[in-house]
């Protein structure tokens, strides 16, 4: 154990909860709307980076390297899509997403989702598909945490995971979404500082680019090719097109990261967040797989290839760096372990509890709900994490294609197709969900050479189109909901009558009135 | 260049390009948007 590294950690987390203390300060908790959407008054500089820091979670420093140290250059496939995810995300849903949102009064992305296409069918579905696949991929960070901290700290495992997991929740109570984009905020830079740091070094011990790619090239051609390591993947184009779209057009798709939309300041705070999401990314995305390359190079017999980056930092950084570099890590967890757990909680609370269970719950009880929730949580994982841990890269690549195939087009649709309905959502919902995770439990991947994020994504697509609009007479958008679509396709302030027809408290009351009058025609 | 293949440069480098030249063309294409303005 060394007593710097450590130091540097400690000194970490007790700027991440000064910070979540300092959340909680503002009122962030008092009510829903503060508590899950930060009072919707985030700027782009920080809606970008916790956007960015949100989905680039443990993943990155652990899958992310193991993947390159395996494949080689082949992996950069997954960063060429993630590149560009936050901007495509921001361009083509933000500003609507927003502003419907806003119009429907939704805090959570399923309630979103339930306003946009009515039917408790919609929530139920994908409210139960959202708490067990994000509570799936919140797993993966607590793994990555406790693996990544027992080596640094020389702790024994068990403990290294009680320790990283009781700081993640412990800060996600403190304040709500404010206090998670605002840590979020501050770990993105530590984690730009502390990849930038081990690329750096990396690239200085083995004599820079060029000469990297030559020694590679020594070891084995195939690692500088773009399909992999013994061209394991030559001509699979339909896996390719799978790792380029997970983290992209699937990134619509993940409930946790749309919310992002949601709580920022304005609708047009997605043009300048789309800008420094590149930004960061550019800075980040490729640099855990190219050390992950690099470490062919620098560690060649490495025993477990998910801890290539951590070996990588041990290596070459002196203590203090290590610290740094270490802090980037459990930041990157952190940050995406606290968003699952916040989103997961706030679905739980509010789109089932609520919606299902105690319709007149006040917002106390469900901030309890949301609490108790990620508590279980936690405690559930610490016990899978340490009796049977899955692979980190494996979790969260079959976690966000369902989430992906699932939910990408029923988010897109929502604000660019007005024939989009409530059936043609359900299916595409059921279809992604279904197909991809069918696609990986079957072993289809290999025999089809598509990968289940792009069987997923085609079901899902053709389900809402199909369905739509075999479905229009039977189930047309209801008016009200039209209206709204027109209104955030305009540019400019929302009228003040509009957030009124979406009243979710008079709904059940509007449609007992409604099914009356369709009675009392009869 | 670099040392690598021709196929792998283009991933490297060309997906960062394409990415940072859709950043540019949002932010021409979306300029109107800041007419949104406040609404709380």
Redesign the interface.
Known sequence: MNATVIAFLVLYYVVVLGIGFWAMRQGASEDLEGFLLGG?DVGPLVTALTLQSTSMSGYMFLGAGSLAYTTG?WS??F???D??GG??NL?VIG?RMR?LS?VMGSLTAIEYLEGRYPSSATRLIAASLSVFLLAFYVLAQFIAGGKGMALVTGLDYSWALLIALSIIIIYTFLGGYLAVAYTDFFQSLVMIVGVVWILAAALAHVGG??????AL?AIDPTI???WGRGLGFEGQWGVVAGAVLVFSAGYMGWPHVVTRHMAMR???T??LA??YA?GW??LFV?SPYLVGILAILILPSLDDPELALIEVARTLLPPAATGIVMAAIMAAIMSTADSLLLQTGSIASRDLYERFINPKASERQMVLVSRLLILAIGVIGYFVALVEPPAVAFVVIFATSVLGSAFAPAFVCAVWWKKANTPGAIASMVAGAVTSVAWELAGLATATTLAPVTAGLAASTLAIVVVSLATQNMSPVPKHILGAMEETAR????PEEMPAMFDFTLRPEAEEIESMIREGKK | M????L??FL??FG??L???L??IG??LL?R?????????
């Open positions: 919707r250059y950069l496939w960063a060429a899509g590149i560009g901007v495509l361009s500003r502003k806003q680019f060029t000469a990297a790619n030559h090239a500088l090719s773009i304005r609708p047009a997605a043009r789309g800008a590149t990314n550019l490729s540019v400019g302030p929302i | 670099f040392g690598l293949p196929s792998t991933l490297v997906f960062p394409f990415w940072i859709y950043t949002f932010l979306s109107s948007w800041e007419r949104d303005g406040e609404e709380r």
